[in-house]
C-alpha cells in the first residue's frame, strides 16, 4: 500500500469547516510540522474544503501519509459526491473560479494541489505536502498518530476562532518585524548607493583629470620633440661637416671630440623621434597606408640599412628567406617595428647570431619572428621592456644606451596595424621577439 490513512473528518455542516481546520493543524502538529508549517497546511485545507462545502453535500477531507515517497509525504484529499446545494446551482459557473482561486492559494502553502475532477456531481482535490526529515517513521508512529488524533477532542468555535487570532497576530508580528528588516536594509542600500554614485563621481573626476594630463603629455612630448629637432639637425650636419674636414683637418683629438658629439646627437635624435611617434600614436594622429608588401624586398632593405651596426662587431646578422606569402600592411610601419627588435638584438648580443624570419603559422595571419643569441630576459622582466622608460638593469646595459621607448612604440604600432607583439626568452639562454599581423588589413 503506497499510503497509510490516518483520519477522515466528514464535511456536512459549516462547524465541519471548523473541525477540518483544527484536525489539519493537529495532524500537521502530530507529523512535526513546524508551527508556521501547521498554519500553511491548516489554511490550504480550509479554503479547499470551504469550496467542496459550497458545491456539493456529502464532503469529506482525508488525511494520509505516502509512505512510497522519500521524503514521505502528507496527502490531503477533499472529495464530495452528492446532490448539488441550491447555492451552486444558482451561481453556476462562478464557482469554478472561486475553486481555481483556492487552488492557487493552497499550491503556494502546499508542495502541490491538484483538482482531480470537478464536475456537478463530483468534486476531487488532492494537495501533498512532505514531510520534515525524520529517518526511520514506519507505520505503528502513523498508528500512534491517529489514536491520538482520535483521543484529541474537538474545540470550540470560539477556541478555533481564538487560535486563528493568535496565528493572525503572531503572522503580523513577523510580518512587522521583517518589514523593520525591509526598512533597515532598504535605508543601508540607499546609504550603500549614495557611497557608489560618490565614489563615480570621484571616478570620473579622475579620470578626466587623467585623460587631461595625458592629452597635456602627447602635447608636451610632440611640441618638445618638433622644437628639438630644428637644433639636432642642426648639430648633426655641423658635425658631418667637421668629420668631413670641409673647414680643414682636425686633430686626431679633436676628430675624437667631434664623433662623441655626433653619437650623442644620433641617439638623442633616436629619441626625438620615438617620443614624437608615440605622441602621434596616443593623440590618434597617425595615419595606416595598407598596400601589398613584397617581403623578400623588406628584408633586404632591411639587411642594408643594418649593416652598418655588425660591421665591426663579433655578431652575423641572418635574414631567412621569406616563403611566397602575400601580406597587406603598412611597410613604413613594419619596418620600423622589425628595425627595431633587430637593433635591440644586436645591442644585446655579444657574439653568435640574429636571425629574422617570417614564419607560416596559418592562412589568416604570419608571424616574424627575431632570434638572437644575447643575454636574455627573466619571466618577470617579460613584460616590464614594454612599458614607457623602463629597462632592465644589467652590465651590458649600460654599455648599450637606450631610451627604453622602442619596445612599447612596437607594441603600439602592431596594434594600429591589428597584430600583436610577444617575447619568449630566458636569462643568459637569447630572446626571440614576435610580431604576429593579419594577411590582410584590419
Known sequence: MSFVRILQVNIGSTPDLVAVRQRARQVAGLLNFGVQDQVRIATAVSEVARCAYGRLEGGRATFAVNVREQPAQLKVIISAEGAERPQAAVEGEAATPQLEAARVTAQRLMDDCTIISATPLEL???????????????????????????????QSTYSEIEQQNRELAQALAELRERQDDLLAL?????????????????????????????????????????????????IRALTKLLLDRMDGPLTEEQERQVAFIASAAGDLSELVNDLLDLAKIEAGKVEVTMAPIQIGEMFSALKGMLRPLTRNAPVELVFVDPPPLALTSDEGKLTQILRNFISNALKFTEEGQVVVQLLDEGENSVTFAVTDSGIGISPENQQLIFEEFSQIAHPLQRRAKGTGLGLPLCRKLATLLGGTVDVSSAEGSGSTFYLRLPVASP
Not at 565614489?199 to 620633440?225: P, Q, V
Open 186 to 234: 532598504t535605508r543601508e542600500l540607499e546609504d550603500t548607493n549614495r557611497g557608489v554614485v560618490a565614489l563615480y563621481a570621484e571616478i570620473e573626476e579622475k579620470a578626466e583629470r587623467l585623460r587631461k594630463a595625458d592629452e597635456m603629455k602627447s602635447r608636451f612630448l610632440s611640441n618638445t620633440s618638433h622644437e628639438l629637432r630644428t637644433p639636432l639637425s642642426s
Open 124 to 154: 476531487k482535490v488532492e494537495m501533498n505536502k512532505s514531510l520534515p526529515a525524520q529517518p526511520g517513521r514506519v507505520s505503528v508512529d502513523l498508528a500512534q498518530v491517529s489514536a491520538q488524533l482520535v483521543a484529541t477532542p474537538i
